[in-house]
């Protein structure tokens, strides 16, 4: 994931986030909602700067943001199917994506930006993704989940 702030975003850059989180999204929701038996369970990842709007992040947010609209509206359309649409939006997690990059005083000051103090595990996302697709998620629709220690 490249980052710049938005005076310094290039159409390139802008193209290619659209076709990753954006395009890609919608793709695969598409096929989900065409394929999908009555009573399943779609899930969505967006990212946790949407709330937090961190400067660098307005063209990835952007595209987050919409993923986050997308699987509402698509909750709605499949009214009558049983069949829930959530987005899962991590904060900093402690995978290579997030840490590539990155100094460790950003590391630092980004696991210190939640109550909790610390980066979240990929077994913390992983366990919200599973709870949405699991029987006690079932009466969760057309909601955003930010798995991210409070911070936004």
Do not use: C, H
Request: glycine share 10%; net charge neutral.
């Amino acid at each position: 994931m490249q980052l710049a702030s938005l005076a310094e975003s290039s159409d390139d850059l802008f193209d290619r986030t659209i076709d990753t989180n954006l395009k890609g999204t919608f793709n695969t929701l598409r096929e989900a909602a065409r394929r999908m038996q009555d009573g399943g369970r779609i899930m969505t990842l967006s990212s946790s700067v949407v709330g937090a709007k961190l400067p660098s992040y307005g063209v990835y947010a952007a595209t987050k943001a919409a993923v986050e609209v997308m699987g509402d509206i698509l909750s709605k359309e499949l009214r009558g199917r049983n069949i829930t649409v959530n987005s899962v939006a991590p904060g900093p997690t402690a995978t290579a994506l997030f840490l590539d990059g990155k100094t460790d005083a950003q590391i630092e000051a980004l696991s210190k930006a939640n109550p909790l103090q610390r980066l979240g595990q990929p077994a913390d996302i992983a366990n919200t993704v599973s709870f949405l697709a699991g029987p006690d998620g079932g009466w969760i629709n057309g909601q955003t989940l930010r798995a991210n220690g409070g911070m936004v």
